[in-house]
């Protein structure tokens, strides 16, 4: 079972890949990214996930191991199953890989910590977002990092993924304002 996820994985890793290498991550056209940078403490995490590696190295889709951005408020952490599919048989001598495989081997998932949270009084959307800026907009699934990017940063150059956009009311306003998002306060507070 374990092979069969790792050579699923593994396709499916290739297939999502872009077809050209990104020098820097570009502003989609379609897209007034909102100005505004977050200066804060980083938020540690049970094992250094390297962003950098799998995003820009590897070129693996965001969606790939956040599954349910396209579908959901909420992009979802992969399960450790989905890291074992690769990780079963690639990079196995990393430590943090060595470290990944402890947890599996007992049952157990990392307990990952929000990087990029909102107040529970907002309600966020990544289902809508990525429908609005990629699917609705005909704009290239296989670079949708750079949509996610205007959110999250570079995340493609991080290893341990940090919090470098305020996500605060303004930060969420000049970008409603400035690509026709909705004005009405229901839309994002409960």
Not at 41 to 59: A, C, G, L, T
Not at 107 to 119: A, I, L, Y
Not at 133 to 142: G, I, L, R, Y
Request: glycine fraction near 6%; charged fraction near 25%; hydrophobic fraction near 35%.
């Amino acid at each position: 079972m374990r092979s069969f996820l790792s050579i699923f994985a593994l396709l499916a890793a290739v297939l999502l890949m872009p077809i050209s290498a990104m020098a820097e991550l570009p502003v989609p056209a379609h897209i007034k990214p909102p100005v505004g940078e977050h200066q804060g403490e980083n938020v540690p995490q049970p094992i250094e996930f390297p962003h950098n590696r799998h995003v820009k190295d590897m070129k693996i889709n965001c969606m790939y191991c956040h599954t349910y951005a396209r579908r959901s408020k909420v992009a979802g952490i992969p399960p450790t199953s989905k890291c074992m599919g690769c990780h079963s048989v690639i990079a196995t001598d990393k430590p943090r890989i060595q470290t990944l495989t402890e947890y599996w081997e007992k049952g157990e998932s990392p307990r990952w910590k929000k990087v990029h949270d909102v107040p529970d009084y907002v309600h966020f959307t990544h289902e809508k977002h990525i429908k609005r800026f990629v699917f609705n907009a005909d704009f290239p699934v296989e670079d949708v990092q750079q949509v996610c990017g205007l959110c999250h940063g570079e995340i493609r150059e991080m290893t341990v993924a940090e919090k470098k956009k305020p996500l605060n009311m303004g930060f969420c306003q000049r970008c409603h304002q400035a690509n026709g998002g909705p004005g009405d306060c229901w839309k994002c507070h409960k």
